[in-house]
């Protein structure tokens, strides 16, 4: 027996940005990067927190994979599932 669970998380990334601004205009640098405007000078990927989680049936995945990966639509059932979902393998004794 098996079953999907649909685990939802934010990853989230330290990013540091160095803005050359007129002496007294620091605040300016501070629009520059709301504005999608600076150039990244480094980032840290600080992981992964998970928000959620829920078992789904494979029609919920499929569905789902449908609504997220609109690009795959016309994809075989068999392949969205050997595309996105993960297979935990265990050892049987």
């Known amino acids: ?9 934010v990853k989230q990334f330290r990013t540091r940005y ?6 007294g205009k620091s605040e300016w640098a501070l629009d520059t ?8 000078f480094s980032q840290l990927d600080l992981g992964e927190v998970i928000v959620s989680y829920r078992v ?3 029609e919920g995945v499929l569905e789902l ?10 994809w ?4 969205k599932i050997e595309e996105f979902v993960t297979t935990i ?3 049987e004794k």
């Open 56 to 58: 789904l049936s494979r």
């Open 65 to 74: 994979c449908d609504t997220d990966n609109d690009y795959c639509r016309t």
């Open 89 to 91: 393998m265990i050892a």
């Open 76 to 79: 075989s059932d068999e392949k």
């Open 33 to 40: 990067v709301v504005c999608n405007e600076a150039d990244e």
């Open 1 to 9: 027996m098996k079953e999907y669970v649909l685990v939802e998380c």
């Open 18 to 23: 160095v803005i050359e601004v007129p002496e």
